[in-house]
């Protein structure tokens, strides 16, 4: 399924995910934020810290909202993002952050489950979306449970760690109060998205198209 460009009206519902995994009921919260955009409501996280990579002063910080089911942010993640750490990252001219804003429900479930693997490690969690990407193919199937079990176990959680992971209804709400934000707030509404210091950058990009907004930023 093909979701970048997909518009999403409001935030997507999370309800069911629970019901969808097997597992107990959760339930989603409500009241959308309204308000105007700046690149200090971009900058600023909502419910949940921010995972980024890089100086937290740097001259530019990428904010990038992704689905960890878009095909799409899949291929951004592997044939793009790795040139980005390298010339940019890893030599500390850029921040990137990384914020999840999940069109389905297995997509919920995968956010989840690398917020519960991370925990406040910035470098862990971009390790565990990597593998969430590189092997969408897979856990995306008909056995997103059992697939998700095992990518925890390979992170030193156990299948009963996960399932804990998967019915953590304050996580769930924190992730759906982030995707909400931004859909009412910055008005993100497919993925990829990218904001370079505050400017939006919609859909699949390349590397070249990045660096043309990023040097000149760095520069000033």
């Given at each position: 399924m093909i979701i970048t460009r997909r518009v999403v009206n409001t935030a997507v519902s999370l309800t069911g995910l629970a019901a969808f995994l097997g597992l107990a009921p959760l339930r989603l919260i409500g009241e959308a934020l309204a308000q105007s955009a700046t690149a200090a409501d971009v900058a600023k996280?909502?419910?949940?810290?921010?995972?980024?990579l890089g100086p937290k002063d740097a001259a530019v910080t990428i904010t990038e909202y992704a689905s960890m089911?878009?095909?799409?942010?899949?291929?951004?993640?592997?044939?793009?993002f790795p040139k980005i750490k390298?010339?940019?990252?890893?030599?500390?001219?850029?921040?990137?952050?990384?914020?999840?804003?999940?069109?389905?429900?297995?997509a919920a479930a995968g956010a989840m489950?690398?917020?519960?693997?991370?925990?406040?490690?910035?470098a862990k969690y971009f390790a565990v979306i990597d593998t969430l990407f590189r092997s969408q193919d897979t856990w995306t199937g008909s056995k997103t449970t059992e697939s998700l079990k095992l990518i925890g176990k390979q992170?030193?959680?156990?299948?009963?760690?996960?399932?804990?992971c998967l019915k953590d209804q304050a996580l769930l709400d924190k992730i759906a109060a982030d995707q909400k934000y931004a859909n009412e707030v910055l008005k993100v509404n497919s993925t990829p998205t990218f904001f370079i210091n505050g400017e939006m950058v919609k859909g699949e990009t390349s590397f070249e198209e990045l660096k043309k907004k990023i040097?000149?930023?760095l520069k000033k």
């Amino acid at each position: 399924m093909i979701i970048t460009r997909r518009v999403v009206n409001t935030a997507v519902s999370l309800t069911g995910l629970a019901a969808f995994l097997g597992l107990a009921p959760l339930r989603l919260i409500g009241e959308a934020l309204a308000q105007s955009a700046t690149a200090a409501d971009v900058a600023k996280p909502v419910s949940l810290p921010d995972m980024a990579l890089g100086p937290k002063d740097a001259a530019v910080t990428i904010t990038e909202y992704a689905s960890m089911t878009c095909p799409h942010c899949a291929r951004f993640a592997e044939d793009v993002f790795p040139k980005i750490k390298a010339e940019y990252i890893d030599t500390h001219k850029i921040r990137y952050v990384f914020r999840e804003f999940p069109l389905d429900l297995k997509a919920a479930a995968g956010a989840m489950l690398a917020r519960c693997i991370a925990k406040d490690d910035g470098a862990k969690y971009f390790a565990v979306i990597d593998t969430l990407f590189r092997s969408q193919d897979t856990w995306t199937g008909s056995k997103t449970t059992e697939s998700l079990k095992l990518i925890g176990k390979q992170t030193g959680l156990t299948g009963d760690e996960v399932e804990s992971c998967l019915k953590d209804q304050a996580l769930l709400d924190k992730i759906a109060a982030d995707q909400k934000y931004a859909n009412e707030v910055l008005k993100v509404n497919s993925t990829p998205t990218f904001f370079i210091n505050g400017e939006m950058v919609k859909g699949e990009t390349s590397f070249e198209e990045l660096k043309k907004k990023i040097d000149p930023l760095l520069k000033k």
